[in-house]
T-cell receptor, first 113, second 109 residues
Framework: EAEVAQSPRYKITEKSQAVAFWCDPI?????LYWYRQILGQGPELLVQ????????DSQLPKDRFSAERLKGVDSTLKIQPAELGDSAMYLC???????????FGDGTRLSIL | GEDVEQSLFLSVREGDSSVINCTYT??????LYWYKQEPGAGLQLLTY?????DMKQDQRLTVLLNKKDKHLSLRIADTQTGDSAIYFC?????????FGAGTTVTVRA
């Protein structure tokens, strides 16, 4: 079964540094999502793409976070500068369209020292 | 806070049935989902139900939806050790998923 690919699996960095996460959705999935999951909580949506366009980034801290999906396929989420409170699991998901079931990758576990 | 509420923990004996409950707040939600998360992994889609259905069965999984009370449940028959995980309920409204905090299910021998 096709999967959502994410890298790296783990990232440890110091505060004030820049970090980047990569996601490759299931082939043919037009909608891509980035979520943040804090330990002990459910995932919270950061940004949603439809093809290459952002359709919802209302919960994305735009002073330090950015996301792009230039060719409408894979996507990158960046944090600069990282803060201690950014330590979390960052999950990518994709769906055929916005109203279809979402399939998740294994996530990137970020630890900020 | 989250609009979707779940109990935090459930302990069940191997071979018994598990029932995980969830309440949601938006009666206009179109789909309701159950996801499973194992340690260090992403979320695995288990099953989902359309809001005009009352029940859906898929092998060992049975989903019940009470739309009047905005209550969703997931029953796992013949619970196995591999079912130990965190289970998330999620509602879809306006093409966005809102998750509960998850129920940690522990299966004991």
């Amino acid at each position: 079964e096709a999967e959502v690919a994410q890298s790296p699996r783990y990232k440890i960095t110091e505060k004030s540094q820049a970090v980047a996460f990569w996601c490759d959705p299931i082939s043919g999935h037009a909608t891509l999502y980035w979520y943040r999951q804090i330990l002990g909580q459910g995932p919270e949506l950061l940004v949603q793409f439809q093809d290459e366009s952002v359709v919802d980034d209302s919960q994305l801290p735009k002073d330090r976070f950015s996301a792009e999906r230039l060719k409408g396929v894979d996507s990158t989420l960046k944090i600069q500068p990282a803060e201690l409170g950014d330590s979390a699991m960052y999950l990518c998901a994709s769906s055929r369209e916005g109203d279809q079931p979402q399939h998740f990758g294994d996530g990137t576990r970020l630890s900020i020292l | 806070g989250e609009d979707v509420e779940q109990s935090l923990f459930l302990s069940v004996r191997e071979g018994d049935s598990s029932v995980i409950n969830c309440t949601y707040t938006d009666s206009s939600s179109t789909y309701l989902y159950w996801y499973k998360q194992e340690p260090g992994a992403g979320l695995q889609l288990l099953t989902y139900i359309f809001s005009n259905m009352d029940m859906k069965q898929d092998q060992r999984l049975t989903v019940l939806l009470n739309k009047k009370d905005k209550h969703l449940s997931l029953r796992i028959a013949d619970t196995q050790t591999g079912d130990s995980a965190i289970y998330f309920c999620a509602e879809m409204r306006d093409y966005k998923l809102s998750f509960g905090a998850g129920t940690t299910v522990t299966v004991r021998a």
